[in-house]
């Protein structure tokens, strides 16, 4: 926030108004410079829901929630349902959320999306895909996937990522292994069920990637890390590479493979998801870490691609995602962090590639003020290039410790008040910031799923035998003399799949080890997934 002031008067109420902002830590104050912008009409206003405090887990909470968005002029409302393999809502074949605070009757999910969809907010479904387990404890349930899978199991059935010492547990806990065929598939179907069950307005990945192996790393440059090292995962490496050897975790070749069985999972559940519904919006809250690009060639050498293996970059550029939510968290008080996350906005504002992007806000960081003023700049325009919104982390973290200066634990917040509205300064404002939110904004339509003009196309590459070709390179070319060449690769399963597909007629065909699918001609049409199975001769 910053005014105009002339003569003594202005210098006084400057000087005023820059003493009034010793509370707000990191805030920079440019006296003489233009009044924020007024808010957009249609701009993405999103709460992250997390699974483990008060906001859905029983009617009352998500009835208050609700309550509470409207009163900020929240629109959209990211509830997450399932946190490590287990679900808040009912249809599921995954086991309920252990937490005494949540009846494993309740469908969650079905009732917050009628409550909010009754007063116009967007529900998307936040999904974690990776972590399975974190506590010291197995959980009780014997389906969970943690005890069917987990710790004892071994060949097939040990879907966890592992380090070349083969260690399971990393700081945020167990994951599945993306390059583990069953392990894909089994995730795959866990999206499917949501949208297949809910009228979810979307689906919200997070942890789609391997895990961190360190909470900060020495040199936020470094390339590579310690983890994917599943001996079924590390067995299709070898097949694919030729190599007999254990790759180094800064293996080149290692890195690109594990990046692209991240990939072919994003790929996979994005096109059997729009299957089931192609007005589906599907997003992801993805790695912001370390030092920012400063070009579309540095995005390589970030932490994203290089320290988890999440190249969203690609997605967007692919049409995988509608929506990308970079969880740019940085504490204003601390000023590398500050300038890291206006270099990422800068970066992340111009490398859209025609979707659409929310600024994801690590509000438990900061007190409501320096909340505020993220949002302010997450608003600026880069050039003619914008952000479409924000997301806060999150709605239960918005609450009154962090205010008073002491920032709230995303995972434990002292003194939670479910009465008090977590929420509320964004449309009251804080001092000296004014609200983010004074008055209500319609979500940003997404043309391309307004009109469908564009098809998706999924497909198995199979042997004469049925069985997966794994790595098959897929060659799709459409009819005509400018029709243009498309190319993916199977994933372990044997699926392929294509974004962003001009309507026509198109002949595919896969190549694998020397051998050749038979061509096959396939139709894709606007708004729909084209499917064909291509068999080996």
Sequence with gaps: MSTHFSGKLGLLLGALALLGTAGCAGRRTTVGAAAPAPPPAAEFRALWVDEFHAGMRAPQEAERLVADAQ??????????????????????FEPPREDPAYDPKFDALAYIIEA???????????????????????PRDPRHVFNQHGLGQTGDADWLTRSPEGETRFPVGYFLDPGHPAAAAYLAEVYRNVVRHYAVDGIDFDYIRYPETSERPANPGARGAPVGYNAVSLARFRRATGRPDTPAPDDPQWIVWRRQQVTQLVRRVVLEAKAINPRLKVSAAVIAWGPPPTSEKDFADSAPMQRVFQDWHGWLKEDLL????????????????RDW???????????????QLAVGIGAYLNPPAATLEQIERARQPEGKHRADGVSLFSYATLSAPAAAGSP???????GENPATNHVLFLASGSPPEPAAFPRPAAVPAMDWIERLTLGWLSGAARDSQGNAVDGAAVVLKRAGWFGGTHRSTADGNGFFGFAGLRPGRYRIHFEAAGKRSLKAEVEVVAGRVAQVELIEP
């Design 71 to 92: 009163s900020a002029h929240i629109n959209t409302l990211i509830v997450q349902v399932r946190g490590h393999a287990d679900a808040l809502y009912t249809q599921s």
């Design 116 to 138: 909010a969809h009754r007063a116009g907010l967007e529900v998307h479904a936040w999904v974690n895909a990776m972590p399975v387990w974190r506590d010291p404890t197995p």
């Design 322 to 337: 509608d929506l990308a939510v970079p969880m740019n968290y940085a504490r204003e008080s601390d000023a590398v962090r």
């Design 341 to 355: 996350f206006d270099g990422w906005l800068r970066w992340e504002k111009r490398h859209k590639h025609g979707r």
């Design 408 to 414: 709230a634990s995303p995972m434990n917040i002292a």
